[in-house]
């Protein structure tokens, strides 16, 4: 992407900084290392718990965008979930199970802010 004059490029959350320590010194010690290894650890799930608020977030809206609309080739919209959270379920569960009715109901039930029009 090529940037005119003034222009920056876009902040992105998931690009912060990490604390990751590629090169170990000869004179760390392992307790140190381990130490290290916690901190990064602590802090990569903080970014992922912000980045999560903030992609349920944006679902939500998508889903105030869908009521009551109909898409002339795929239909109503009846859930709508951010995408690392449905390759998570589809992982755990697999595809036919969470695009079953069975899941489609309790996604509908648990989850009315991401359900724009009830299946």
């Keep these: 992407m090529i940037l005119g004059s003034g222009a920056s490029a876009p902040s992105l959350l998931f690009m912060e900084a990490p604390n990751i320590i590629t090169n170990i010194p000869r004179n760390i010690s392992d307790g140190e290392v381990d130490d290290a290894f ?18 349920v977030q944006r679902a939500r809206l998508e889903a105030k965008e869908h009521v009551g609309k109909t898409h002339p080739l795929f239909g109503k919209c009846v859930a709508t979930m951010p ?8 992982g ?23 359900s724009p029009n009830k299946a």
């Design 38 to 55: 916690m901190k990064e650890l602590i802090n990569g799930f903080e970014i992922e718990r912000r980045t999560e608020e903030e992609r």
């Design 92 to 114: 755990s569960y697999g595809d036919e199970e969470v695009k079953s009715k069975e899941f489609l109901q309790y996604f509908n039930k648990n989850f009315k802010d991401l």
């Design 83 to 90: 995408a690392r959270e449905y390759f998570r379920l589809i």
